[in-house]
């Protein structure tokens, strides 16, 4: 099976289309995947790149010359650059974007139901990541559809203990959420779901980013802090009344001690040491 003969058949004009593959081995690409900003990475162009065209179709370069589906997107024109603001965490690489224009991409339901699942054979030119919607791209295989959790967004991730012990527990069934949350410190949330109180924790390189602190959460349902401690030792159970969420992420080499300053601003907006679970 053909990829051009899956776009033609949801009325793709191939000659209006370019294909892109973004190599998760170079570290412009990770860092900014990792942290969600790839729609970002891919609309930063020079002027000529999509000129004329009228969607682009999105891969991650994984093993090999494999390219993993990513989305479909609709060109609509472009602005200037210098009128985006860029999150501060984004990181440019050494490419230089003096040259560059920002495209609007919007991204369409096209094939929405293969995105992450559909892989193709990039072929040999791996180093052309920007190609002609008409080079023909073989279709290796569609991974079935599964009950997991996907992962999605940082800002959107609201995990109960049982789901987040279920991730923890298969690293390999969920490895997109091991290399995430391993990717990255932050600032997360515990929420009682049966009183309202709220627990802030932070999570730094020392500790493994997000994922090594949660890790910890799911072995011994309470993370090792103090209130949190006494809550499971009156009942065992009480941690299926947990619900995880992330506040804020930051770069994995991010200084702890800057990290644990927002921690302390977060527990303030919350006043979780008043009224929450953090006894300091």
Known sequence: MKLQDLLM???IDLTKTKLLRHNISKEEIERNYTLGYLDIYQSMQTLNRFHSIEHIISFLGVEGTKGKYLGCYKINGHVPIE??????DYFIGVESYNECVFWRMEKTDILSDLIDRLVIDWGKGTINWCQNGTTEKEVLYILPTFSEIDFVSYERILLTFDALKNIINHPRQYSE???RLSAVAGIYLITDTNTGKHYIGAASG??????????????????G???LVELITADQDYCNNFLFSILE???IKRDRREILEYEAL?????QTIKFGFNDN
């Open 9 to 11: 058949n949801n009325g």
């Open 83 to 88: 009128q985006k603001k860029l999150p501060p």
């Open 177 to 179: 959420w091991e290399r």
């Open 206 to 223: 020392i500790d493994g980013g997000i994922w090594g602190r949660w890790k910890n959460y799911a072995h011994t349902k309470h993370g």
């Open 225 to 227: 802090n103090k209130r």
């Open 249 to 251: 992420v930051f770069p």
């Open 266 to 270: 977060y527990k303030q907006k919350l």
